[in-house]
């Protein structure tokens, strides 16, 4: 499974540093090049339940070499097409690749129990930042070359390597749960997501009061009425209700979306900061290798020492105690942003803090799920927390985007600016402490 773990965290990565070269290259505006992310972000989000119930169904290994196989075709299009339009297209089958984490998580917990269990979900952790360590690496270096293109034809050979390795060395295991797939469902929360996700994506750019953004959000709420009218009356939905009411479910899937929500903040946002123009850091403005290999990577590498961490807590001090450690943790990296954000060497010691407690929750949510849900939903389970872990992004992104574009009206961007988007680390970081409160002492009750 360490191809599979890696691509998860190489794909999301690749095209944070090299939103500006693409720009440039494509002869795109900066504004418009950010639906490089975008485009790849909803497509996670509209896949990543689907391909949860479908693992249920028919099992992770036929699930994942189908996923891998359509972020394979979307890897080669990215690094082969000089259209913007194609390239958005490759990026949409590319997002495949990041609910692919779950999945993995998922067919792990289904073949191992115990301390095999628990070293699996560590080291998967670790290869995650691994994937997304290199992919800062090479994006780097691209952003400060030529042809970007090149760049994409790591996530094609890794594709490759999972494929192969998935093929050869995982069982192909019998589905854990009957019934069928609920298209009728999965189209309306597709709509549903797509309908609130893409305003708030487009917010900072169109404006909060914008008509296209509000009836966006008001049909949106209606889809998701729908959605939940019709799932009561479906024998196999695609998000089973007595998951939504299986009060580790919830809490543990609010604590993925304000752990991964305090992190995305900082790599949102760092960034916009280190490449202000007229400069706010001394120095001037960074290139995109600067903010690839001083900025981001070291949080991103020295933070998965946090996977095998948040195991090892569970097992001496229960699930309550690691979780509400790593909210800890990342209120403390929040507010370090916060006090310095002038301060290269507090961003990065910052960041990193808070990517050690985003690590500690990946490392024991999963081993806590295992304990409380039944073996058959393992794979829904594992996709509504991604899931939420993308919603968090996604209006944290938004968040960002909002308070830069209001204080930049008329005057360039100043160092309190940075401050106020810090703050919502902090607000996030928070509700990682909160939650760990509602959550069960420890993960040893087991699920038929």
Same mark, same amino acid.
């Given at each position: ?5 890696v691509l998860?965290?190489?794909? /999301? ?7 500006g *070269?693409i720009?440039d290259q494509?002869h ?6 950010t639906w490089v992310l975008?485009s790849?972000?909803?497509a996670?989000?509209v896949?990543t ?8 169904l028919f099992g992770?290994?036929?699930v994942l070499i189908?996923a ?7 890897s ?5 097409t000089?259209?913007f ?9 590319q997002?495949?690749a990041?609910p ?6 998922g067919?792990?917990q289904?073949e191992?129990?115990g301390?095999?269990?628990?070293r699996?979900?560590?080291l998967?952790?670790v290869?995650?930042a =691994? ?6 690496v090479v ?6 070359h030529? #042809?970007y293109r090149?760049?994409f034809?790591?996530?094609? =050979?890794?594709c ?11 069982r192909a295991?019998? /589905?854990s749960a009957?019934?069928?797939? #609920?298209?009728l469902g999965?189209?309306?929360l597709?709509?549903a997501?797509?309908l609130i996700?893409?305003?708030l994506?487009r917010?900072a750019?169109?404006g909060l009061g914008s008509p296209v953004?509000?009836?966006c959000l008001?049909a949106?709420?209606v889809?998701a009425?729908?959605f ?8 196999h939905?695609i998000l089973p209700?007595r998951?939504? !009411?299986?009060?580790?479910v919830?809490?543990? *899937?609010l604590t ?5 929500s305090?992190?995305?903040v /900082?790599?949102?946002? %760092?960034p916009?900061?280190?490449q202000? #123009?007229?400069?706010i850091?001394?120095?001037g403005p960074?290139s995109p290798?600067?903010v690839?290999?001083v900025?981001?990577?070291?949080g991103t ?5 946090g996977a ?6 569970v097992?001496?001090?229960g699930? !309550?105690t ?5 909210g800890v943790l990342a209120v403390?990296?929040? =507010?370090?942003m916060?006090l310095?954000? =002038?301060?290269p060497?507090a961003l990065?010691a910052?960041?990193t803090?808070?990517?050690?407690a985003l690590? %500690?929750?990946?490392?024991? %949510?999963?081993?806590?799920v295992i #304990?409380?849900v039944d073996?058959?939903d393992?794979g ?5 927390s991604s ?12 968040l960002v985007s909002? %308070?830069?574009?209001l204080?930049a009206?008329g005057e360039?961007?100043?160092?309190v600016?940075?401050?106020? *988007?810090?703050l919502?680390?902090v607000?996030?970081?928070?509700g990682?402490?909160t939650t760990?409160?509602?959550l069960?002492r420890?993960?040893?009750r !087991?699920?038929p």
């Open positions: 499974m360490t191809p599979v773990a998860a965290g190489l794909a /999301p990565s690749l095209a944070f540093p090299l939103l *070269t720009a494509l795109v505006s900066p504004s418009t090049a975008t790849a972000f909803l996670s989000a896949v339940p689907l391909l949860g119930r479908l693992s249920d992770y290994r036929r189908l891998l196989t359509i972020a394979l075709a979307g080669v299009l990215v690094a082969t000089p259209s339009p194609l390239l958005i297209a490759g990026r949409v089958l997002g495949i990041a692919l984490y779950p999945l993995a998580i067919l792990l289904s191992l129990e301390e095999r269990l628990h699996s979900v560590s998967a952790s290869l995650l =691994a994937g997304a360590g290199a992919a800062l994006a780097g270096f691209g952003g400060s030529s #042809d090149t760049v034809w790591l996530p094609v =050979a890794v490759v390597a999972a494929i192969a390795a998935v093929s050869t060395c995982a295991t019998e /589905p009957g019934g069928r797939v #609920d298209l999965a189209l309306l597709s709509g997501l797509v996700l893409l305003p994506s917010a750019r169109l953004v509000l009836g008001a949106g709420a889809v009425a729908v939940v009218s019709v799932e009561r009356r479906v024998t939905p209700g998951l939504l !009411r299986n009060r580790t919830v809490v543990s *899937t993925s979306m304000c752990a991964v305090a992190v995305f /900082p790599m949102v946002t %760092i916009i900061l280190a202000a #123009d007229p400069a850091i001394a120095g960074a290798l600067v690839a290999l900025y981001l990577l070291p590498l020295l933070g998965s020492v095998p961490l948040g195991v090892w807590s097992r001496r001090r699930v !309550r690691a979780v509400a450690t790593a403390v990296g929040s =507010a370090t916060v310095a954000p =002038a301060v060497l990065v910052g960041l803090v808070t990517m050690v690590f %500690i929750c990946y490392g024991a %949510i999963p081993l806590l #304990d409380h073996r058959g393992l829904v389970v594992n996709a509504v899931l939420g872990r993308w919603v968090g992004s996604a209006v944290m992104t938004a909002l %308070i830069l574009s204080s009206v360039p961007l100043a160092r600016d940075f401050r106020w *988007t810090f919502l680390g607000a996030a970081s928070a990682v402490v760990a409160f509602f069960p420890a993960g040893t !087991r699920s």
